[in-house]
């Protein structure tokens, strides 16, 4: 249907674009008319509607709490994010020591930067969250690791 509308209309144009040349000799306007069919075809198509296949009844299922376990020594906290971020961050600090001890292998230092930007962003969101009385044992496990990691970085 819109392949015979569209046809349609560009022959008119057409029409319309010919027929409004200008004769050379006299600078006067030749009028033309054509007859054009303006008349809608319609077609009916009859959509067959999908067959549903009806669903057993099952009962769900509760997901189970995931479980994440803090490493020994860290503080332990209520939220889960911040036990994912304890031990994410408990896993950089151990891949920085094995950096450290290479001395010299760029590739694991290269490795830890994209590692450090996640941790930071990770963070960021983690600090918006947080109690008070969790903030302030995330605060002190912070700067025991940031004397870690200036250690570490004291011997390269």
Not at 3 to 19: D, E, G, H, M, P
Not at 29 to 38: A, G, M, R
Not at 70 to 76: F, I, K, L
Not at 85 to 105: I, L, P, T
């Amino acid at each position: 249907m819109k392949n015979i509308v569209l046809s349609s209309l560009l022959c008119l144009f057409l029409v319309s674009v010919a027929s409004c040349k200008k004769d050379p000799k006299t600078d006067q306007v030749e009028v033309i008319e054509e007859v054009v069919d303006s008349t809608d075809v319609v077609e009916v198509v009859e959509e067959k509607k999908p067959v549903v296949k009806k669903k057993k009844k099952t009962t769900k299922k509760k997901k189970k709490a995931t479980v994440i376990e803090v490493p020994a020594g860290a503080p332990s906290f209520k939220s889960t994010a911040a036990r994912k971020y304890v031990r994410d961050y408990e896993a950089y600090v151990a891949n920085y020591k094995k950096a450290v001890e290479s001395k010299g292998d760029m590739d694991a230092f290269l490795k830890l930067s994209k590692s450090s930007s996640d941790l930071t962003n990770q963070y960021r969101k983690l600090i918006s969250t947080l109690p008070a009385d969790e903030m302030e044992k995330m605060s002190k496990y912070m700067q025991e690791k940031t004397k870690q990691i200036d250690a570490l970085s004291r011997q390269m």
